[in-house]
């Protein structure tokens, strides 16, 4: 018998939360540098910077969500040998010799 472990599920109302924060918060950035009273090439560089974090952001997160997907598999790969070796353990078995 193997142990089902259950999967946490965001609901949608997070879900939207989330995506709407990240919206307000890269709205905010953009308007906040396109009215920078600065030169172009300050608020060029500003932009770049602001597109830079946005990416490595994505790309963390995913990195992250990588590294627990293949936690939970490995933890389930040796939950399941864990189980077959004690189902076939017999402790009243006498060994011949």
């Known amino acids: 018998m193997t142990k089902v472990i259950p999967q946490q599920q965001t ?6 939360q989330a995506v709407i924060s990240f919206a307000v918060a890269l709205g905010a950035m953009v308007v ?3 009215y920078l009273p600065v030169g172009a090439w300050e608020r060029a560089f500003l932009a770049m910077g602001l597109l830079y974090v946005v990416t490595a952001t ?3 997160a995913k990195v992250v969500r990588d590294r627990q997907q293949e936690g ?8 399941a040998r864990l189980d077959k ?8 078995r ?3 010799m």
């Open 11 to 16: 609901t949608a109302a997070y879900a939207a």
């Open 32 to 34: 906040g540098v396109a």
């Open 58 to 60: 994505f790309t963390l």
């Open 72 to 79: 939970q598999v490995v933890s389930r790969v040796d939950q």
């Open 85 to 92: 070796l004690l189902a076939e353990h017999d402790p009243f």
């Open 94 to 96: 006498v060994e011949n």
